[in-house]
């Protein structure tokens, strides 16, 4: 597949045909994790986190050990060289000695790209700002897959901070490369996605985008509802956080008009944006979401270090 | 024994019987390391601590890792999504899709059982506030069985902090179910055991207690010596706690009139509650009950995972 | 070679044909590390970091791992129990249960040795205060033994910090033991190497010293550059701090007239004290330096374990 020993920084760095390889190596992981779990023996994960994030680290660590790895890193930039002043080129000249692949997250846009051209290991970055999360739009495709069969002929609905969150903007650019895929975006007016953001969709891509501040009134057309936290740290004032926070939370009520097959979906952690008495309805699939995320991951390590095949 | 997929909250969860095997396949591992070098090969252990607590933690590491296992998780909730107002519920339900088992550390009584009722992999109390801490019972109790042969037939002292010491009221607790043990409470007025445990174990395990404020009274007629540190931070005032923390030293001089076979056992880590010169009395085990923790996690870890028969 | 169950806290506890050993054994590994990637099955590290070194510890855990062993650790004492009071040697005697050899790094000259004398298990200084750093000293010597082919005949300038730089202190003394070593140090006045250390180096192993302000002057006749980070922490107020650091910065153009097979070194990080271009000179081996400090530390605890015979 011409994978090994390649980078991956944006969702764009592949192409469809490489993604969907991904994707369906992540499930056959998944239908049968035995066959796999020895074939990165011997394999070393560098985990650089610039930044905390619990979550990826602990998935990209899983994969890694899933697979019959091991791990080592950093979880917090304050242990780390970096308070001694030293450039990540020359941190990642070092690192690659130590481990066969590495993953970064880091607070600066830009971060992991600078940091793949000084790597002699194939770097995955693990969200770098408000920029970049490629490997959490893997784990949207992969559930995608999973519970609709393919990633065709759907109607995406996306719920919440559509202006600043990346993993929206992420997710919308790589299923737009996907066939006959069209959006709705349900906001408030002040978190809109950004307009350059919404020009390039529907100019490079041609995909269908409806704007609308109801979620109620687009629920029964929709195939996938792809709910997002509106964070407190966006707002520039208290009364406005509190004003919007609460008008697009997911209730088990407002879900009786929507499809039997709805796809609901969440890239975690979630705050409030999803009442707990959604958790238990068969739509809701953020856990199995979350759970897919390290087989995808198995399968792109695998797939980056060549040992799949 | 039927404690495959079982959590591990209080220790009274397990009874005497599930206890009791826990225990002897715990010595029969000490005995005979290399035999269950593997039995956890492909297992993976989370280690979720919203504290830190060295100790503790790396004594689950290195029983995981012994047996053949791998480790993943946070050793301190500010690294942690919890920051990001995730519910304890939300964390399991993403981290039991990591790990195939978890042991939890949380500064909040209740957390490790709120969170057990989310999680679908066996899932260790590792201490919840003042509140329990099982595996450091398990590892009272192994130590009595490795130097005592059996639980029974025994007087037992515990001198210290009585009132908030979370590891005495635990151990007393588990203690007075096993055959004919009784109890010398040696502790300043202000630290003597909590009334409704006192009475508690009085009516529902009829054991015998003697309080005392004088260790040297007794010591000549114990089986075992449990001391315990007397927390600064217990304290209301500075003077209370000078005035009080040397008053329960046990030194090398006190323990002339103490029998032959007294065990002295200790949960560390130790101030100053212990002298150094201690330390080389044969009697003193608080080392070899640290070593033994280990070995009682390892049985456990395998009894709850079901890979030990 | 008699190196198993040993500790290693100066490098002047080893012999030079011990030394000589360790380090031919890691160029053994480096030409063949598949060789050695089983022989620390089983085995535990532990990494006692009391005070954060990503660098030194990630080197050791990518050594343990690529030898197919384990670890497990603290990277910073904030989270350990040293908190609660406890002393090194009740850490240590708990410690040297859960793992079978330990690398400690410590704020406090001294303290490594005195762990050393409660550990069952072979301890590792990684460095203690501004005193030793014994496995940066390997480092050092197998860079020189792998681009000189071996330790003898041979001028080695060192330019930067001499008087706090422990890295140098450790390596000057060191290779005094080699056969026909001399030395040129270069520094300003105020970080010339302490006067009983020259006073050492003179009378105890007979070498060579020169001693110079200007890094020019000698380019042309040295076979080796070892380089050092002027540390702003080091000086007393910014305004010396501003006028020093740049005065021993190594350029492209200050290498044209130094010897075609000079060989470049630094402990890293660097801060800015070798210019960017110089990067991409044959002779700048200090990336291929950290690396070959991993093969070094596979060597040395394959040694202490007593497994690589």
Not at 174 to 185: A, C, D, E, K, Q
């Amino acid at each position: 597949m011409g994978l090994k020993g390649r980078h991956l920084i944006d969702p764009n760095d592949f192409t469809i045909e490489e993604i969907q390889h991904i994707i369906d190596l992540g499930l056959k992981i998944y239908q049968n994790p035995e066959k796999y779990s020895e074939i990165c023996k011997g394999k070393i994960l560098g985990t650089l986190f610039y930044e905390p994030s619990t979550r990826t680290r602990l998935s990209f660590e899983s994969a890694m050990l899933k697979m019959g790895g091991t791990v080592l890193g950093f979880s917090d930039a304050n242990t780390s060289s970096v308070k001694k002043g030293e450039s990540i080129a020359d941190t990642i000249r070092c690192m690659d000695d130590y481990v066969d692949i590495l993953v970064m997250r880091h607070p600066r846009e830009g971060a992991p790209l600078l940091a793949s051209q000084f790597s002699t290991v194939p770097l995955i970055n693990g969200g770098d700002g408000g920029h970049q999360h490629p490997t959490q739009t893997l784990t949207d495709l992969i559930t995608i897959q999973e519970y609709k069969q393919e990633i065709k002929n759907l109607k995406v609905a996306f719920c919440g901070d559509l202006l600043f969150g990346r993993t929206v903007h992420s997710l919308l650019k790589t299923l737009s490369r996907f066939p006959n895929i069209s959006f709705v975006l349900v906001s408030p007016k002040e978190l809109q996605i950004p307009y350059h953001l919404k020009q390039e969709l529907i100019e490079k891509y041609q995909v269908e985008i409806t704007e609308t501040s109801s979620l109620e009134e687009y629920l029964p057309h929709i195939d996938i509802l792809y709910m997002t936290r509106i964070q407190k740290e966006r707002f520039f004032n208290e009364e406005d956080y509190v004003k919007l926070k609460d008008s697009y939370i997911l209730s088990r009520n407002k879900l009786a008009s929507s499809k039997e097959d709805l796809l609901i979906m969440h890239p975690l952690p979630r705050v409030n944006e999803i009442s707990y008495d959604v958790d238990d309805d068969p739509r809701a699939k953020y856990f199995e979401q979350a759970k897919l995320g390290v087989y995808v991951r198995m399968a792109l390590m695998a797939s980056l270090l060549g040992v799949n095949e």
